[in-house]
């Protein structure tokens, strides 16, 4: 069992909709919580970054941590064509050195 | 700009050459890193660096060598390149440990024919 899995999709929605991206993992000792924005042949971005359980929203962004479940979601709403690129999450615990592991991605089309 | 640059952005080249990817940040941060991503876009790290420092190194052929010659420069040298090693090389730097988050470069298309 991979430590984070994320479903790669493709994830296709129309303009406007809300879209719900999730990772789950099974590390316990995870406790930072991030989710990154690829678009094509460029790096990651940083989107969003959650530390421990909580919800945090950032304009059409909200990061949900649920370190009971060991599940992590992001919600896009009123999604735009401009969304559209891949969705990695990343967590890190603090103990291993402080290494950052990597969901493998969803893949997210909004069409117009 | 305050960004992490590598150079070069493409990289052809035949198997059994020696190549070098150059990754330069100027944001001030103290940790600099190497990922690897595959065909799948699934990213797996390599090297890790603290201040000049070597703090993780995963299982990575040890043809593979990292240098950092000051805490802003993070390069990767590749000896006897293999058809595996082609993918997308990422550097990245963070503030110490990288749980506020990473900040990465474009990218280096190593395509080993």
């Known amino acids: 069992q991979k430590e984070v899995e994320q479903d790669p999709g493709p994830l296709s929605v129309p303009e406007g909709a809300i879209v719900s991206l999730n990772c789950t993992y099974s590390n316990s000792a995870f406790q930072y919580f991030m989710w990154y924005r690829q678009y094509s042949r460029k790096g990651p971005e940083l989107l969003m970054y959650?530390?421990?359980?909580g919800n945090k929203e950032d304009g059409r962004f909200t990061a949900q941590v649920d370190k009971s479940s060991k599940y992590i979601s992001l919600f896009i709403r009123d999604s735009q064509p401009s969304d559209s690129a891949t969705y990695l999450c990343a967590m890190t615990s603090n103990t291993g050195g402080f290494k950052t592991i990597f969901g493998a991605g969803t893949r997210l089309f909004v069409k117009a | 700009d305050t960004a992490v640059s590598q150079t070069p952005k493409y990289l052809v080249t035949q198997m059994g050459n020696d190549k070098s990817i150059k990754c330069e940040q100027n944001?001030?941060?103290?940790?600099m890193y190497w990922y690897k991503q595959d065909s799948k876009k699934f990213l797996k790290i390599m090297f890790s660096?603290?201040?000049?420092?070597?703090?993780i190194n995963e299982t990575v052929p040890n043809r593979f060598s990292p240098k950092s010659p000051d805490k802003a420069h993070l390069n990767l040298h590749i000896n006897s390149l293999e058809l595996g090693d082609s993918a997308v090389y990422f550097c990245a730097s963070s503030q110490l440990t990288g749980d506020y988050g990473y900040t990465f470069g474009s990218g280096t298309r190593l395509t080993v024919v």
């Open positions: 944001l001030g941060h103290d940790t």
């Open positions: 959650t530390y421990s359980s």
């Open positions: 660096y603290n201040n000049k420092e070597l703090i």
